[in-house]
C-alpha cells in the first residue's frame, strides 16, 4: 500500500521546517483605490476629466454615469465648476435641449400613457443638470460662474416662457430655474426697451398671480424681489401690479411663514419707491392691507411678551355688612367717672387715659383730640381737683402707653398727632329693632324681632287717648291718620324685616373700610372715605425681546405709508405778482405739462385722504402693538396720536 505524500505547497513547507534568513521581507505595493467616486482620475481639474468627457460624449450610458456622480458631489460644500474645466458647458446640453425641444414632446397624452423611454432618459439628464446647476449656484464662486456664462440668461428666459407651470411635468425644471436665477437677479439690469419675451419681470409675475403650486410661488417671489431691489429696474414697477395683488392676498397666511416673508418684502420694495408708494395709497385693498399688517404684528408680538403681575392693594380693613352687634365708642360710667373726676392729678389722667384709649401700632388720633376729650370729660370737676395742661396731657399718653409716639407730620399746616392709640371701642347690640316711639325716649332696650317690637308698640297705641287726628310719634314722623286703626297699620312702615335684604350674588358679605381714623363700622358711610378695591391686582403684557424679523418688516411698511399718507409736501412758491420764486428757476408753461401736473397733484391729495382715512381705521389695533426698541415704539406713537378721530 502506498502512502500519499502532498506536493501541492513546497514553499509553505519550506516556511515550515526552516527559519527565514536575516534579509528583510519585501513590502507590499500599495494597491489603488478602484471604488467608485474614488477614482482620481475622474475628479482632477484637467482637460481631459472623465466626467466633462462623459457628459459631452453623447452616449447615453456615459452621461447616465457622470450625472450620478455630479448629483452626489454637488452636495459638497467645495463643489466648484472651476475645478473641472469644460463641466459648466456639458451641464447646459441637456437643459437648453428641454427648454427649447424637448418640452414640446411632453403633451398632454402623455398624462394618460407613459411616454418613450428615450425621452423619459433624457427629460431626467434635463433635470438632474438643472439640479447640480442648481446646488453648485448656492455658492456665491459658483453663482458667479453662471453669471459670466453665456448660455444662462438664454436657458432662464426660454424655461421662463416656453415651459408651462400649471403642467406637472414642468414644475420641477422651472422650480430648478427659478433658484438659479434667483442668485443672478439682484445684478440684472433690465432696460426699458427690452421686449417681453426677453423680459424675466412678465412670466414671474404670472406665476405668483396665477400659479397653485406654493414652491414655485416662494421662488418666483424671492427672483422678482431680486429683480426689483436694483435700483436700475425701478421703471418695471409699473408692470408687477399683478404680483402685488398676488403679495396682498398671500398676506393673511400667517402659518406660512417662507411664503409669509416673500410677500411682505414685495411689498416692501413696492413702497420703498416714492411713487409706488403713493399710488398704493389709491389701492382699493388699502384699509385691509393695514389691518392685516397690524394684526400681523400683534400675532407674532405673542412670542416676545411676559406676563407681569402686580399687586397694588393699599391697606385696608374689613367688616361684616351684617352683624348683630354695633361698634362705637367706649362711655365711661357715670358712677365710675365721678370717683375717677374727684381723683388727684396725675393720678387721674392715667386712669382716665387707660379706660378711654386703647393701643393699636396702626392707628393714630390728633394731640388737640386728645386734649379735648380730656378736658370735656372732667372740665364738670374742675372746681374740686384742676386740669393739666395740654402738653402734661399729651406727656403723660406716653407713660400709659409705651409704644405709642407723639411726633409732627409735615404738611400744609403741619398734623401734630399720637400714633400707637385709639379710642376704645365697645360693641353693643344692634339697634335695628329699637323703639322709637314718643320720639325716641322710649327707655327699653332693643328687642331681638320685629314681632316683639310691634308687640311693644301695641301697648303704646293702647295708651293714646282717642282722637279724631292720630299724629305718629315714631322719631321724627311727621304723618297723621284720620282713624286709630290706620296708625296701627302705618306703624308697620317703620318695623325692619326680621330677613336680611336680598344681595347680588357679587355682593360680598363684607364691607371694606380705608385704613385710618375713619375705618370704624359705626360710622356714617358718607362721612367715610371712599374705601379702596379689596383686590386690586394689575395685569399686563410686556415685551422682552426684539421683535420677529416678520413684524419688522411690517412695521416698516406701515411707517412708510403713514408717512407718505400724512407728510404732505408743501407746493414751492411759484413767481407771480406776489413772490419772486426761485433764482434761476425756469418756469414750466406749457399748457400739457401743467395740466398733468395739476392731476398728479389732484391724485396724490386723493390718496393721502384715503391713506388718513386707513390710518383710522385700525388706530384701535395699533393701540395693542409693544415693541421692546424705543425708536420702533415712537414710530407707533406717532401713528396712533396722529389718527386721533378729533384731528380729522
Excluded at 394618460?112 to 433635470?127: E, G, N, T, V
Excluded at 398671480?209 to 414652491?215: C, G, I, Y
Aim: net charge negative.
Amino acid at each position: 500500500m502506498t502512502t500519499y505524500a502532498s506536493r501541492a505547497t513546497p514553499q509553505q513547507a519550506v516556511n515550515y521546517f526552516y527559519r527565514p534568513g536575516g534579509t528583510a521581507p519585501t513590502p507590499q505595493r500599495p494597491v489603488a483605490d478602484v471604488r467608485d467616486d474614488y477614482e482620481r482620475w475622474y475628479t482632477e481639474a484637467i482637460p481631459n476629466n472623465r466626467m466633462s468627457l462623459s457628459l459631452r460624449s453623447g452616449i447615453l450610458s456615459e452621461v447616465a454615469w457622470a450625472l450620478d456622480r455630479l448629483c452626489r458631489l454637488a452636495h459638497n460644500d467645495h463643489f466648484s465648476f472651476k475645478a473641472y474645466p469644460g463641466l459648466i458647458d456639458g451641464l447646459f446640453d441637456w437643459p437648453e435641449w428641454y427648454v427649447n425641444e424637448g418640452y414640446k414632446e411632453a403633451t398632454d397624452e402623455q398624462e394618460l400613457f407613459s411616454p418613450s423611454r428615450d425621452f423619459i432618459a433624457k427629460q431626467r439628464y434635463a433635470l438632474e443638470s438643472l439640479f447640480i446647476l442648481r446646488n453648485g449656484a448656492l455658492q456665491e464662486a459658483n453663482a458667479q460662474e453662471l453669471q459670466n456664462h453665456s448660455h444662462t440668461l438664454s436657458l432662464i428666459l426660454n424655461g421662463l416662457h416656453n415651459l408651462d407651470f400649471n403642467k406637472d411635468q414642468h414644475q420641477e425644471a422651472l422650480l430648478h430655474i427659478i433658484d438659479i436665477f434667483h442668485g443672478l437677479a439682484p445684478n440684472l439690469l433690465i432696460n426699458e426697451s427690452v421686449p417681453d419675451c426677453s423680459n424675466p419681470i412678465i412670466p414671474l409675475k404670472k406665476i405668483v398671480s396665477e400659479s397653485k403650486n406654493r414652491s414655485l410661488i416662494i421662488g418666483a417671489f424671492n427672483s422678482l424681489n431680486g429683480i426689483l431691489s436694483h435700483p436700475g429696474n425701478a421703471l418695471h414697477f409699473s408692470r408687477t401690479s399683478e404680483s402685488l395683488n398676488a403679495a396682498i392676498r398671500y398676506l393673511p397666511l400667517f402659518m406660512d411663514k417662507l411664503l409669509l416673508e416673500s410677500a411682505l418684502e414685495h411689498i416692501y420694495i413696492h413702497v420703498a419707491h416714492p411713487a409706488t408708494a403713493r399710488a398704493l395709497l389709491l389701492h382699493p385693498q388699502l384699509a385691509s392691507l393695514l389691518k392685516v399688517l397690524s394684526s400681523l404684528i400683534l400675532s407674532e408680538q405673542q412670542s416676545t411678551e411676559e406676563k407681569v403681575t402686580m399687586d397694588i392693594t393699599p391697606p385696608h380693613r374689613t367688616a361684616p355688612a351684617t352683624t348683630a352687634m354695633t361698634a362705637r365708642n367706649y362711655e365711661i360710667p357715670a358712677e365710675e367717672l365721678n370717683t375717677l373726676g374727684t381723683s388727684s392729678e396725675p393720678h387721674r389722667c392715667y386712669e382716665w387715659m387707660r379706660l378711654a384709649l386703647s393701643a393699636n401700632g396702626e392707628a393714630e388720633i390728633t394731640q388737640v383730640d386728645i386734649w379735648n376729650l380730656y378736658k370735656d370729660t372732667f372740665t364738670p370737676y374742675q372746681e374740686q381737683v384742676a386740669l393739666l395742661g395740654a402738653s402734661d396731657v399729651i406727656k403723660y399718653v406716653t407713660h400709659v402707653f409705651p409704644l405709642a409716639q407723639a411726633m409732627v407730620l409735615p404738611g400744609t399746616p403741619n398734623r401734630f398727632i399720637v400714633r400707637g392709640i385709639e379710642r376704645r371701642q365697645e360693641l353693643i347690640p344692634n339697634e335695628r329693632f329699637k323703639c322709637l316711639w314718643n320720639r325716641s325716649s322710649c327707655s327699653l332696650p332693643p328687642f331681638t324681632s320685629p314681632s316683639e317690637l310691634f308687640d311693644h308698640l301695641s301697648e303704646h297705641l293702647a295708651e293714646l287717648q282717642p282722637s279724631p287726628r292720630e299724629p305718629c310719634l315714631w322719631a321724627t314722623c311727621a304723618h297723621i291718620c284720620a282713624e286709630p286703626q290706620h296708625l296701627r297699620s302705618h306703624l308697620l312702615t317703620h318695623l325692619s324685616s326680621s330677613q336680611p335684604l336680598q344681595k347680588h350674588p357679587s355682593q360680598s358679605d363684607t364691607i371694606t373700610y380705608a385704613s385710618g381714623p375713619h375705618d370704624a363700622p359705626g360710622d356714617l358711610p358718607t362721612m367715610r372715605p371712599i374705601p379702596p378695591a379689596r383686590n386690586t391686582v394689575i395685569t399686563y403684557e410686556r415685551p422682552i425681546k426684539d421683535p420677529s424679523p416678520l413684524a419688522l418688516t411690517a412695521v416698516l411698511i406701515l411707517r412708510v405709508l403713514f408717512r407718505t399718507a400724512f407728510a404732505s409736501a408743501e407746493a414751492a412758491p411759484k413767481a407771480d405778482a406776489d413772490h419772486f420764486g426761485f433764482p434761476g428757476a425756469v418756469e414750466d408753461t406749457d399748457p400739457a405739462n401743467v395740466d398733468a401736473q395739476g392731476a398728479d397733484e389732484e391724485r396724490d391729495k386723493e390718496g393721502e385722504r384715503r391713506g388718513r382715512k386707513a390710518f383710522v381705521g385700525v388706530r384701535s389695533i395699533l393701540e395693542n402693538i409693544r415693541l421692546r426698541d424705543e425708536a420702533l415704539m415712537s414710530w407707533v406713537t406717532e401713528m396712533v396720536d396722529a389718527t386721533i378721530p378729533d384731528l380729522h
